[in-house]
Structure formats: C-alpha cells, structure tokens
C-alpha cells in the first residue's frame, strides 16, 4: 500500500496533492509530576476531624507538620488503630495458620436448643386425625339451669361498719334538697316582685289634656300644609342630586307628620314622657297605668 493509499481523502473523497506526504506526528514530552513541598499526610488546618475524647476542638492550627503541631491541645488529629483497628503486626504471623494435624480441633456440631423456653400451645391436628363425633346430651339445660337458681343459698351482704343513725348527716335536710329549695324560694320573691311593680306609678309620665291635644293637632296640621305647598312647587326635573336630596328630605318629613297626626286622631289618651328630668310632681300629677301607654 503506497502513503497516498494510506492518507485519508479530502471533504469530498478526492485526493490532494498537500496529503501525498505523510505527516509525523509530533512527540510530547512529559514534564516531571508536580509534588507539593508541604506534608500530604497533614490534616486540613482548623479542622474538627478526630478530636472526639480529646481536649483539642481543632487541629493543625499552624499548618505544620503533624508531629510538631502544639495548636488547640497536645493530641494529634490523626489517631493510631483507627482505620481498621487494632494492629496484630507483632502478634499474628501468616505462617502460623490453623492446620489439620492441630490440636486445637472445632468441636463436633450438635443440635441447637434454645434455652428457657415457655411451653407451646397444643398443635394443630393432623390430617389422619379425626375428632370424636356424634357426641350428644339429652340435658335440658333450661330446667337444669332454672333448679340451679332455685337451690342456690341466697347471696348476703356484708353488714355495714356503722348503722344509718351512727352516720352524720343523719337527720339532717339533704343538700340538692336545699339548693332546689332556695331557688324555689327565689323564684316566688322575684314572681312577688315583678307583681308587685307591675303598674309602678311613674313621675315622669303625665296625661296630656284634651285642649292640648286639639292644639297640637292643629299645629302638625298646619306644618304639614306649609311642607306639602313647598313640596308641590318642586320641579318635575330630578337632574341633580341635590334636588333628589331634597325632595327625598321632604317626602320623609311628610311621611312623619302624617304618622303623628293620624296618632293624635284616633288615640284619646296620650301621655307626656319627661325625657328632661324635671317631672310632674308639682303639677299634681302621682302616676298612670303603664297600660294606658299601649294607646300611644
């Protein structure tokens, strides 16, 4: 095979006239292997590592060498036999090997019993073991158990360490006793009470007189004419939110006149309500029946 045969071809399979030659590929040369001057076999600096059961917190404080390191305590990070534990290096030998011709021989394998065992249970009943059938009774249990009853002696009580008069609260009212009487008795009071005040007189209630009632009829009579003149001249155009409030205002108004003026119509007694404190004592007047105020 010539060197051209043996050079690959171009891009598109053809030859070249630069790959007639082959090209020697240049040799690299190794350089020596980069080794730190600092001791590999330090531990990290500041570490924790290994300080369990000792007084150092860290190690290798300084960066130094192991054995020289006096940072955080005088225990070293690294501990002997903690890798695969205890060194045998001077006490087992390779040749010293358990042979057959030994003395020291294994002893012959027995069956193994498990001590302080509990009995166990009854076991299951094998397959050519058949229970014993057509057993059958012509007891009446019934009867048997109903004579048992009967001839049974009777069951006694063990007698009491002390009779009823010995107890102490013997005589005595009960306490669920007392406490149902006291609300009873409470009841009944606050029943007499409210009885009682039922139709308290009240100072600060006072009948209103017939002449009062026509004339101030006739004033809401009169209020309600001026509001309902000032009411039918308002414009038909509700285009703004005052006029909307205003004629809501004056429907309102209206509507409370109507209501108190169709009161004063139709109740004949009316009484007067002394909001300010004053009362009615110098009038004359002791008091009324409160039921009197439903006509209101």
Not at 22 to 39: A, C, D, I, L
Not at 216 to 243: P, R
Not at 254 to 272: G, V
Request: hydrophobic share 30%; with cysteine.
């Amino acid at each position: 095979m010539t060197a051209a045969a043996a050079m690959p071809t171009g891009i598109y399979g053809e030859e070249s006239v630069y790959r007639l030659i082959p090209v020697e590929e240049p040799k690299v040369e190794k350089g020596t292997m980069y080794r730190s001057r600092h001791n590999a076999k330090a531990p990290p600096s500041y570490s924790t590592f290994g300080t369990a059961g000792t007084s150092k917190k860290i190690g290798n404080c300084s960066g130094v060498e192991p054995e020289f390191d006096t940072g955080g305590g005088n225990h070293k990070a690294k501990k002997s036999m903690s890798s695969i534990g205890v060194s045998v290096a001077n006490t087992v030998s390779p040749q010293t090997y358990l042979k057959k011709s030994c003395s020291k021989q294994l002893p012959e394998p027995t069956k193994f019993v498990r001590k302080n065992v509990v009995s166990k249970k009854t076991g299951v009943p094998r397959q050519n073991e058949k229970p014993v059938m057509g057993l059958t009774t012509e007891k009446n249990f019934v009867v048997s158990n109903a004579v048992d009853n009967i001839l049974a002696p009777p069951k006694r009580r063990a007698p009491d360490s002390q009779t009823m008069i010995q107890k102490s609260d013997y005589g005595k009212t009960p306490s669920y006793l007392k406490k149902i009487k006291a609300e009873t008795n409470a009841e009944k009071e606050r029943k007499a009470a409210d009885d009682k005040g039922a139709y308290p007189l009240d100072n600060k209630l006072c009948l209103l007189s017939e002449s009062e009632r026509k004339e101030l009829l006739s004033c809401l009579k009169s209020k309600w004419e001026q509001l309902n003149k000032a009411y039918q001249a308002l414009t038909f155009s509700m285009d703004t939110m005052t006029k909307v409030s205003r004629k809501e205002m004056q429907e309102a108004e209206l509507d409370k006149l109507e209501r108190a003026i169709q009161k004063l119509s139709f109740k004949k007694c009316i009484f007067l309500y002394d909001d300010m404190g004053c009362g009615f004592n110098e009038m004359g007047i002791k008091g009324c029946d409160p039921r009197l105020a439903k006509s209101m």
